[in-house]
Structure formats: structure tokens, C-alpha cells
């Protein structure tokens, strides 16, 4: 079985994970921080933004709602938006609040113009355990056909 889990600030990353479980059949979670982010949470321009601070930390990792059991998946995907050119720390508190340790990892992301490669390479770097795969972009319109291209 399949699950898109994602993390959206803004709906942007949502919109491309729901597009991306509907063309593959998959379910869908949402990655919830126990904090909603704020408009001035995210701004990246303001160095003491939540944002700013947590992504300054490689180490932190923000809280989330841990209300779920993926012990029946064998693929998930992992989508986020891009943070200060790597995966928000909220998917590292993801990847580390359950037992992926028998799954295929599979990163999307949403981006203002970095790709995705160095978010997938710093993942499977922190995670060595992780059977953590290439990712891919999916910005702009995003149909069922280039995902199923994709996959």
C-alpha cells in the first residue's frame, strides 16, 4: 500500500499531494506541527521568523500531532516545501516519530526555484537507515499525467 504524507505551510505542498495520491491511489496524511505556522512564522526575510530560527537549527525539531499508525505501507511519499535550500525540520521530527525502517521513502517537494536533489541527498544523509529514494519537484501544474510519467 501507498500513503502520501506531506507538510504545507501555505496549501501549496497540499495541492501537489493531492493531485500525487489521486493519480497513484494512495491515501493521504498531513503532517501536522502541534504549533500552527503563522504568516510571520514563515517569513523568511525576518531572521528571528520561526521559520528562520528553527531552519538555523539543524537539530531542532518542531512538535507535530503523532496520531497515526503506517505500519501497512510499504511506499510513502515524503512531500514538503522547500526551506533554506533542504526539507523543513518538521519532516526530520516526522521521519524520526515512526518506523519507516521497512519502507521505500520516496521525497516531493514544492520549490521557489531550488531543486530537489541536495533536500533528497541531505535526507539520506542524516537517515543512512532509511531506504530513502530520488525525489522529484512537482511545482506549477502538476497533472495525473506527469505524475504517472514520473512514476
Do not use: H
Not at 20 to 38: M, N, Q, S, W
Not at 56 to 73: E, G, L
Request: aromatic share 12%.
Amino acid at each position: 500500500m501507498k500513503l502520501v504524507a506531506y507538510f504545507s505551510a501555505s496549501g501549496v505542498t497540499k495541492s501537489k499531494a493531492e493531485v500525487l495520491a489521486k493519480a497513484i491511489g494512495a491515501d493521504v496524511y498531513e503532517i501536522k506541527p502541534k504549533v500552527p505556522y503563522t504568516e510571520a512564522d514563515l517569513n523568511w526575510m525576518d531572521k528571528q521568523s520561526r521559520s528562520s530560527v528553527e531552519m538555523k537549527n539543524k537539530s531542532f525539531r518542531p512538535a507535530i500531532i503523532k496520531d497515526a499508525d503506517f505500519s501497512c505501507y510499504d511506499t510513502v511519499f515524503v512531500g514538503f516545501p522547500v526551506w533554506w535550500y533542504t526539507a523543513p525540520t518538521i519532516i526530520n521530527t516526522f521521519l524520526e516519530a515512526y518506523d519507516f525502517s521497512d519502507k521505500a521513502i520516496i521525497p516531493f517537494a514544492t520549490s521557489g526555484g531550488t531543486p530537489i536533489e541536495k533536500c533528497v541527498k541531505d535526507l539520506q544523509n542524516a537517515y543512512p537507515a532509511l531506504n530513502i529514494k530520488a525525489g522529484k519537484l512537482l511545482n506549477g501544474d502538476v497533472s495525473e499525467n506527469t505524475i504517472n510519467g514520473w512514476i
